[in-house]
């Protein structure tokens, strides 16, 4: 067994590196994270605003709102097997695309409906 070597230790929290992290990652998994608690938020706390402004009605809002609820639910079980085979880091960065993807996709749609597709 290796002996404690607390000065490496402090030198790479002076660099910045915590749990073989650089401050990069941690940035990124910290806005990522922001990223989908605003996707909750909007969907949670937002949704009779949402309704009101798309014209939707009742049950097309409760259905997109239970169709993100249930694809984030299914999603942590599939990405979480994935994360044990391949690492956090490469399907973190496949899901953050994923997610950027829906985002843009989001954001250039012309017509309402096509959104719930």
Do not use: N
């Not at 922001?34 to 996707?39: L, P, R």
């Not at 938020?41 to 798309?54: G, S, V, W």
């Not at 009742?58 to 044990?84: C, K």
């Amino acid at each position: 067994m290796a002996p404690h070597r607390p000065k490496e230790e402090k030198v790479m929290r002076d660099r910045g590196v915590v749990m073989r992290l650089s401050w990069y990652y941690i940035k990124l998994l910290f806005h990522a994270g922001f990223g989908e608690a605003v996707d909750s938020f909007i969907l949670t706390y937002c949704a009779a605003l949402i309704r009101e402004d798309i014209l939707q009605s009742s049950r097309q809002a409760s259905f997109l709102g239970g169709a993100v609820f249930v694809g984030s639910f299914i999603g942590s079980f599939a990405y979480g097997s994935l994360d044990d085979k391949r690492g956090r880091r490469p399907v973190f960065m496949v899901t953050l695309v994923f997610f950027l993807l829906g985002l843009v996709t989001s954001i250039t749609c012309a017509h309402h409906g096509a959104q719930l597709c």
